[in-house]
Each structure stands twice: as C-alpha cells, then as structure tokens.
C-alpha cells in the first residue's frame, strides 16, 4: 500500500500451565527515511484460563545506526477485557541491539519505564538484558538489524 507494509498474524497456542488462547496481531510499518522506520501494531489475545481479552496499542521508532547497532523507540498501552475494558498498563522503553556475531548473535539492552493498574498507575522501572541466537533460514531478512 504505497509507503505502508501491512502484516496481519494470526496465532492459537496451549500451554500446560495456562490453557489455550489466540492472539491477532497487526502491524502497519512505513519507512519514514533511510535510517527510521515507524510502525504501529494493535494486538488482541484470547485466554480461556482468564475467559478475557487482552489487548496491546504500541508505536514503534526503530533507527538503523551502522551495520551492527539499532536503537528502537516504544509506547504503549496495555488493557484487559474483564471484568470490564480497562487499561492495565502505560508503558515506555528504548531497546538497544548489537551484532555480536555474524548475522545470527545478537544483545540487546532495554530499559523500560511501565504505569501499571496493580501499582496504582505509580511508575515502575525495570531494565532487561537478552543474549539472542538466531537458528533458521537466515536468508528471509526476517532478522537482524
């Protein structure tokens, strides 16, 4: 569509613990210059264990800085489906990814601020690192930077 990549995902999972459920998820990305890329995903997800929706609205900044650093920009608004529609969490966060190897290695730091409901909306700070490896067929451009 023009400047816009849409990508509707449809999801059905079973987990021991939780049950069953189903998540759509849709993101609408468009590239904005050379370096940024925008996008906006909207997610719902079904739970049987809840017997509830929850939902996601987040945009996302993602800049391309050199072929092994990327920075990504995040807001975000959590919420549930019961006992009636209400939003759970506000959210905000940067992501820093670095190449550590080939095109399959990767670290990333995340540093997130979130309001949630059960802290009555006070702020929350939490800071994630990940080490990630990538297995598959690399040649999609489905990974990396």
Same mark, same amino acid.
């Given at each position: 569509?023009h400047?816009?990549?849409? *990508?509707?995902?449809?999801?059905a #999972? =079973? /987990?021991?613990?939780?049950? $069953?459920g189903?998540?759509?998820? #849709?993101?609408?990305d468009?590239?904005l210059? $050379?370096?940024? &890329?925008? !996008?906006? *995903?909207?997610?719902?997800? =079904?739970s049987?264990?809840?017997?509830? /929706?929850? /939902?996601?609205?987040?945009f996302?900044? /993602?800049?391309g800085?050199? $072929? !092994? ?8 608004v959590f919420?549930?489906?019961? @006992?009636n529609?209400?939003?759970?969490? #506000?959210?905000?966060?940067?992501? =820093?990814r ?6 399959w &290695? ?8 979130? =309001?949630?409901e059960?802290q009555?909306?006070? @702020?929350?700070?939490?800071i994630l ?6 297995f598959?067929?690399?040649?999609c ?5």
């Amino acid at each position: 569509m023009h400047n816009w990549q849409l *990508r509707f995902t449809q999801s059905a #999972y =079973w /987990f021991e613990q939780s049950g $069953a459920g189903a998540s759509i998820q #849709y993101d609408a990305d468009r590239k904005l210059s $050379a370096n940024y &890329l925008g !996008r906006s *995903r909207t997610v719902a997800t =079904w739970s049987d264990h809840d017997q509830q /929706f929850s /939902f996601e609205q987040s945009f996302f900044l /993602f800049q391309g800085i050199n $072929a !092994r650093n990327a920075m990504s920009y995040q807001l975000g608004v959590f919420g549930v489906s019961q @006992p009636n529609s209400h939003v759970t969490d #506000y959210a905000v966060g940067i992501k =820093w990814r670095h190449r550590l190897h080939r095109e399959w &290695l990767f670290a990333e730091v995340q540093p997130l601020l979130t =309001w949630p409901e059960d802290q009555h909306f006070r @702020p929350t700070t939490s800071i994630l690192f990940r080490i990630e490896a990538v297995f598959g067929d690399l040649g999609c451009g489905c990974y990396g930077l």
